[in-house]
Nanobody, 131 residues
């Protein structure tokens, strides 16, 4: 049974920090691209960050310098460290895994169809940032 389970979401004040975790099971985790997406009410799902097996990362412009994605293959876990949080970061955050990216690694993350590359998804964890 393939499963991705997110944790670490919550409610914080603007300027605060959270670290999201995504634990994977049932897949050969180290072979997959891992990514974080988010979706706020009334808005389309957007790619936030992704990382390949070699620890190369890409970020949406809106989170560059504030968020860091990392992976610990020994623990089958990917993380999203979120600093300097803003109210506009409020969203449901989803972990996803892809065996193949159909296009450029960075450009595909920012493409509206990029989510189609991902084979497995977690249930999401809510992040709420208050002013």
């Amino acid at each position: 049974q393939v499963q991705l389970v997110e944790s670490g979401g919550g409610s914080v004040q603007a300027g605060g920090s959270l670290r999201l975790s995504c634990a994977a099971s049932g897949i050969t985790y180290s072979n997959y691209f891992m990514a974080w997406f988010r979706q706020a009410p009334g808005k389309e799902r957007e790619g936030v960050a992704n990382v390949n097996s070699g620890a190369t990362t890409c970020y949406a412009d809106s989170v560059k310098g504030r968020f860091t994605i990392s992976r610990d293959n020994a623990k089958n876990t990917v993380y999203l460290q979120m600093n300097s949080l803003k109210p506009e970061d409020t969203a449901m955050y989803y972990c996803a895994a892809a065996i193949l990216i159909r296009g450029g690694f960075c450009s595909r993350l920012l493409d509206s169809a990029g989510a189609d590359d991902y084979n497995y998804w977690g249930q999401g964890t809510q992040v709420t940032v208050s002013s």
